[in-house]
């Protein structure tokens, strides 16, 4: 079936970096762009970025645009979110989601299981 | 950009109809029909309901419904079961300006 696991979450120090993974299965996943959501402990959702199927759109949100980039290996059916200088409030749940259809970016179907980031001294 | 706003809470008793609103602005909701809506239960992922204002995917309930007038947008969940109980987000398209994507600030649904 379709499926996305994310990896790479963990406790990490204000100002130092992190990569998550995202390793899709059950789907072409050439043909899908990817976006990353996340969740931070007890609060709503929060549209982190998305990365087409061919790497070579990628967009991010205000608050972390600068500082995260996206990135995919169609190889290995794997997307990247190179996070760095992490901030407290970069703590939360990251969720990859694909793109509901291929070609239409502007719904989220299916979401990864999530990797919790915790940013703390 | 701000979260989109909805009602912090909703609530009905079962088999009753409940409507939860998303307002924006006319660069978001106003201006583009990439309204998409998510159930999610506690402790769980997020599922899409709706899309594209209006669509259900395949699989989920018809009692599910979307809408949009103007700079606002509208899931309405008729029958209520107690199993629609969760906190459900809307997300609409910010612009190609942007290329960004905008969450709602989530609703709580109760069934009573």
């Known amino acids: 079936q379709v499926q996305l696991v994310e990896s790479g979450g963990g406790v990490v120090q204000p100002g130092r970096s992190l990569r998550l993974s995202c390793v899709a299965s059950g789907f072409d996943f050439v043909n899908h762009g990817v976006h990353w959501v996340r969740q931070a402990p007890g609060k709503g959702l929060e549209w982190v970025g998305f990365i087409s199927f061919d790497g070579r759109r990628d967009y991010l949100g205000g608050s972390v645009r600068g500082r995260f980039t996206l990135s995919r290996d169609n190889s290995k059916n794997t997307l990247y979110l190179q996070m760095d200088s992490l901030r407290d409030e970069d703590t939360a749940v990251y969720y990859c989601?694909?793109?509901?259809?291929?070609?239409?970016?502007?719904?989220?179907?299916?979401w990864g299981q999530g990797t919790l980031v915790t940013v703390s001294s | 950009q701000s979260a989109l706003t909805q009602p912090a809470s909703v609530s009905g008793s079962l088999g009753q109809a409940i409507t939860i609103s998303c307002t924006g602005t006319?660069?978001?909701?106003?201006?583009?029909?990439?309204v998409s809506w998510y159930q999610q239960h506690p402790g769980k992922v997020p599922k899409v309901m709706i899309y594209?204002?209006?669509k259900r995917p395949s699989g989920v309930s018809n009692r599910f419904s979307g809408s949009k007038s103007g700079n606002t947008a509208s899931l309405t969940i008729s029958g209520l079961q107690a199993e629609d109980e969760a906190d459900y987000y809307c997300c609409s398209y910010g612009g190609y300006s942007t290329s960004s994507y905008v969450f709602g600030t989530g609703t709580k649904v109760t069934v009573l």
């Open positions: 006319s660069s978001d909701v106003g201006s583009y029909n990439f």
């Open positions: 594209e204002v209006n």
């Open positions: 989601a694909r793109e509901g259809l291929a070609g239409t970016e502007t719904w989220f179907d299916p």
